[in-house]
C-alpha cells in the first residue's frame, strides 16, 4: 500500500473482541474448489432504503426501531445482535435470525509503521478472504498560529471484490484469481470495523479508497450503493469528495460514471501509457486499449470538473525507461490529470524489483517537464504485507516452486517482447472475458 493525500488522491490493533480471532478459525484458500456457501441472510448495513421501516411493523414492532438499529449499526459499531442492548430481547433475537448485523465473521489485524498503517485481513460466511488497509497520518506543518498546514487524517483502502480477475503479474491479488463480488453489506463492513477501532482514540475516518482487492468497475452496482451508504449523513456521513474509487481500465464503466456524475475522484490504474507494455502489465488492456481508457477518463474528468488520477507503479528496467516517461506526458497533457509514481512492492511470483528511488525522481522530473502534475508515493505497511493481496496470498499458500518458475519465466518473456515494441495480440483469458463481458453490453 502506498501513501497518499487526501481528499482526492488516493494511497495504503487489536482484534475486534466480538469476533473469533483468524487463527482460531480452519486456513481456507481464497479461491477454493468447494467452499461453505455465503449466509443468505442481507447484511444490515448494506439494506436499501425502506427494508427495515417495511420490515419491523411486519414483525409487530414499531417503525421507529429502525433509527435506532441503524445509529447502533453506524454509531455504536455493534457487531452482534447481543449488542443491541436499547432493543426488547425478542426484537434482538428476530433481527439476528432476518440479518447479519456484521457480514465479516473473522479478523486479523497487523500494525506496521511504528502504528501508522493498519492491514487487516478479513473472513467472510463462506470462507473468503479480503482486506482492507487503515493509513494515519498525523497533521503536520504547523504554522505560527498553531494551525497545522496538513491536517491529520485517516484513509481506508478496501476491496470490492474477493480476488481478481484482471490479473496483473505485479499485484498480490491477480496470482489469487477471482473468487467473487462482494455484497455491499460486505463492502460497507471493513469500514465499519476500521471505525470501530477507531473509536476509543476519539479518531475519525477521513479518506476511502476503493484500491483494495478487485476491480471496483466490475462490481459498480454495489460500489455505488456503498458510496451512497457512506455518504448518508444517518450512517457515517463521509462526503463523496474524500471517496476515490479506482479501476483498471474498464470502458463502459467510466462511461457510465461519466452520465451519473458522481463527485467521487476517479483514478486509473495505468503503469504503461504503450499498448505493448500495457498488455503484458495490465492483461484488460487487450479489451480496452489505453487510448480508450484515456479517452473516456478525460471526458470523465470534462463533464464532471473533478480532477482524475493515474496510477503508475515503478518497475525497474520494465517501465521507469525516458521512452516510458515520454509517452506518458504526451498521453495526458492538457488534461485534467495527475499522475501518482509508486514504487512497486515485492511479489513473490513475480521477477521484477521497484525502481530506484533516483530513478523515480528522474522520471517525475521528465513528466513534469511536459506540465503533467507528478507525485511521488512512499509506500506504508511493506513490513505488514500492504501490497494488496499479499495477506491472502500468504493464506492461500506458496505455490509449487515450478509454477513460480514457469510464471517468471512467461513474465519476462512477454516484457521482453514488449520492450522491443512487439505487442500481443491474444484477447483476454477466457477466466477474465467471462467476469468483463456482463459489464460490456449498454445498460
Known amino acids: 500500500m502506498t501513501e497518499q493525500s487526501a481528499p482526492g488522491e488516493p494511497s495504503a490493533g487489536a482484534t475486534s473482541p466480538t469476533l473469533a480471532p483468524m487463527s482460531a478459525l480452519a486456513p481456507t484458500t481464497l479461491v477454493a474448489a468447494v467452499r461453505p456457501a455465503i449466509d443468505p441472510r442481507p447484511g444490515m448495513s448494506g439494506l436499501p432504503e425502506g427494508v427495515l421501516e417495511s420490515w419491523l411493523p411486519s414483525n409487530g414492532q414499531p417503525a421507529y426501531r429502525a433509527k ?61 478472504l479480503i482486506e482492507s488497509v487503515l493509513m494515519h497520518y498525523p497533521a503536520r506543518g504547523f504554522r505560527a498560529s498553531g494551525r497545522p498546514e496538513h491536517r491529520e487524517r485517516h484513509t481506508l483502502c478496501i476491496s470490492s471484490q474477493a480476488g481478481c480477475a484482471v490479473g496483473c503479474p505485479f499485484c498480490a491479488t491477480g496470482e489469487l484469481g477471482f473468487g467473487r463480488d462482494l455484497e455491499t453489506a460486505e463492502i460497507l463492513d471493513q469500514v465499519r470495523h476500521a471505525v470501530r477501532r477507531m473509536a476509543p482514540d476519539q479518531r475519525h475516518l477521513t479518506n476511502v479508497v476503493f484500491m483494495g482487492m478487485g476491480e471496483p468497475l466490475l462490481n459498480l452496482d454495489r460500489v ?19 471517496v476515490v474509487v479506482s479501476t483498471s481500465g474498464v470502458v463502459p464503466g467510466i462511461r457510465r460514471l461519466t452520465q451519473l456524475g458522481p463527485q467521487f475522484t476517479l483514478a486509473i490504474s495505468l503503469h504503461a501509457a504503450r499498448d505493448a507494455l500495457r498488455d503484458v502489465l495490465v492483461p484488460l488492456n487487450r479489451r480496452w486499449p489505453v487510448a480508450e481508457v484515456v479517452a473516456a477518463a478525460r471526458d470523465h474528468a470534462r463533464v464532471t470538473g473533478r480532477r482524475v488520477s493515474y496510477e503508475y507503479v515503478m518497475i525497474s528496467g520494465v517501465n521507469d525507461t525516458d521512452i516510458d516517461a515520454d509517452a506518458l506526458s504526451h498521453l495526458l497533457r492538457g488534461d485534467l490529470a495527475h499522475v501518482n509514481l509508486i514504487p512497486m512492492n515485492p511479489v513473490a511470483h513475480t ?22 502534475g507528478v507525485t511521488i508515493r512512499a509506500n506504508r505497511g511493506q513490513d505488514a504485507g500492504a501490497a494488496c493481496g499479499q495477506l491472502a496470498a500468504d493464506r492461500a499458500g506458496e505455490p509449487p516452486a515450478a509454477t513460480v518458475a514457469r510464471r517468471r519465466e512467461s513474465i519476462v518473456r512477454q516484457s521482453e517482447a514488449a520492450l522491443r515494441g512487439e505487442r500481443n495480440h491474444d484477447a483476454v483469458s477466457s477466466s477474465l472475458e467471462a467476469v468483463v463481458a456482463p459489464h460490456t453490453e449498454p445498460r
Open 68 to 128: 435506532q438499529i441503524r445509529d447502533a449499526i453506524w454509531r455504536q459499531h455493534v457487531a452482534s445482535p447481543e449488542e443491541l442492548r436499547s432493543l426488547p430481547s425478542a426484537l434482538r433475537e428476530s433481527l439476528g435470525q432476518a440479518f447479519r448485523i456484521d457480514t465479516i465473521v473473522a479478523d486479523e489485524v497487523t500494525v506496521a509503521d511504528g502504528g501508522l498503517t493498519e492491514k487487516t485481513l478479513h473472513r467472510l460466511s463462506d470462507g473468503a
Open 224 to 242: 455505488l450503493e456503498a458510496v451512497a451508504r457512506l455518504a448518508d449523513a444517518r450512517r457515517l456521513g463521509l462526503g463523496a469528495r474524500h
Open 351 to 372: 521477477p521484477w524489483q521497484a525502481s530506484s528511488p533516483e530513478r523515480i525522481a528522474e522520471f517525475a522530473a521528465r513528466v513534469r517537464h511536459y506540465g503533467v
